[in-house]
């Protein structure tokens, strides 16, 4: 049997590290672009469009991620389609975000004042104009906290994509315990590396949300 | 495509099915009710508690709220019999939802708690209340109605993030569809039955939450 040496066992769970944060960061693009269509959908002045996006929303936030990665990854099978489980894992988790930040992002139009839409729609805006220069950009400040808090969500969903067999940090985790019989040390390193990659994102969001109070407690 | 859709075995392995729907409801009304209990235990500690235990439960709570459920189910199920503490899956699983949950909905409560008026506790202090009777009657019981629906969907969250058990052989829902999964080798119909069931789980449960929040508080007006 091949001894691991403490150093060896962070070394291969830092190396699995990296796909936890290249899948998060595809994820977190991927339904944040994902999201914003969705968004745009909720909101639309047709009421079909408005119907598809709520029940997509209902849909995405009413099941669970794994169900979500199985169906992706062997549902997408019945195509004839080889699917890889980063391409599952990957295709899943954008879907899943978009539903999220889709409905957060709405509660933000929304807190935007009713006049803004009025006054805008006054100066002979279209609607794609007015969102584009006058309700995203008034949207985007206080999306921001929140949407950053959600990214820690992202980032623990990936963990899931392991059970679909996408070797990331909860993975290799496994396979390390499995190697070395210490799942004590093992996973209690695993969620540090976690803790690391998400309080820094938590606490962002934290600080943000608070930096936004006080501006909104001065005007 | 020439895969051909077949949902008849569907009869044959309902017992299972209905056995893992169970499973999933006992382990959310286990770990709903303890997992609340221990939020406002820790909500209380970090608003009014002493001192020195306040960085214990912050410390608690950002730890379970930044690592992924599944690999602290992993910590209490294979990684705590190394500390002598042998348990089995649903027990492992429980617990890991009550340490979930109750980490969330402390953070929800004390934003419930904050958001009580300051002269409030002056109000109850004034009654020669104690602090905790003032605590009990005065700050928690309207706290918890105005966070209700945030606390309703953590519980929702947590119902469907609680089919990741099956991955300690937890025998919930999940565990039903690999189970049928593997034996019939028809593992879209059985995951889109499954999801469909959590969707319908989820709808009920949120609309269940509802009914006992309206029950719980009656006749309070809303803040």
Not at chain 1, 64 to 74: E, S
Not at chain 1, 89 to 99: P, Q
Not at chain 2, 69 to 80: A, S
């Amino acid at each position: 049997m091949i001894e691991f040496t403490t150093w060896d066992i962070i070394r291969n769970l830092l190396l699995a590290t990296r796909w936890t944060v290249l899948l998060s960061l595809v994820s977190f693009v991927g339904g944040g672009t994902a999201g914003l269509l969705l968004l745009f959908l909720r909101i639309s002045k047709r009421k079909a469009l408005r119907g598809f996006a709520r029940y997509y929303i209902e849909l995405f936030q009413g099941t669970p991620l794994l169900m979500q990665l199985f169906i992706a990854f062997f549902g997408l099978g019945l195509f004839g389609i080889d699917v890889p489980a980063w391409l599952a894992a990957g295709l899943a988790l954008i879907l899943w975000t978009a539903s999220f930040l889709a409905e957060i992002w709405r509660g933000c139009v929304e807190a935007v004042a009713k006049g803004q839409w009025e006054a805008s729609a006054s100066l002979g805006m279209g609607r794609f104009q007015q969102m584009r220069y006058i309700i995203l950009p008034q949207a985007l400040k206080v999306a921001i906290p929140p949407t950053v808090g959600f990214s820690v969500q992202v980032v623990k969903g990936t963990a899931l994509t392991s059970i679909i067999g996408f070797v990331e940090l909860s993975k290799a985790g496994t396979v390390v315990t499995n190697a070395t019989f210490q799942p004590f040390t093992i996973y209690g390193l695993v969620a540090l590396i976690y803790f690391a990659l998400c309080w820094p994102l938590s606490k962002s969001s934290q600080i943000l949300e608070r930096k936004l109070n006080v501006a909104h407690r001065n005007h | 495509m020439s895969y051909h859709f077949e949902f008849s075995w569907l009869l044959q392995y309902y017992p299972q099915i209905l056995k893992g729907i169970l499973i999933t409801l006992e382990l959310i009304a286990i770990g709903g009710v303890l997992g609340i209990s221990l939020g406002i235990i820790c909500a209380w500690t970090r608003a009014l508690g002493p001192a020195w235990l306040k960085p214990v439960v912050a410390g608690y709570v950002e730890l379970i709220r930044n690592t992924p459920f599944l690999i602290q189910l992993f910590f209490i199920f294979f990684g705590l019999p190394s500390l002598g503490l042998q348990l089995d899956e649903l027990t492992a699983a429980n617990i890991a939802m009550v340490v979930n949950l109750g980490a969330y909905s402390c953070e929800i409560i004390r934003a419930g708690i904050q958001a009580t008026p300051r002269g409030q506790f002056e109000a109850g202090a004034s009654l020669a209340m104690t602090p905790f009777e003032t605590f009990r009657h005065v700050v928690l019981v309207p706290s918890l109605q105005r966070i209700w629906p945030a606390l309703s969907s953590q519980v929702v969250i947590v119902m469907l993030g609680s089919s990741v058990v099956s991955q300690i052989a937890a025998e919930d829902l999940t565990f039903a569809a690999n189970f049928i999964q593997s034996r019939t080798f028809r593992a879209f119909e059985a995951y889109i039955v499954s999801t469909a069931i959590y969707l319908v789980l989820a709808i009920l449960l949120r609309q269940v939450l509802g009914i006992l929040g309206r029950v719980i508080f009656p006749g309070r007006l809303a803040r």
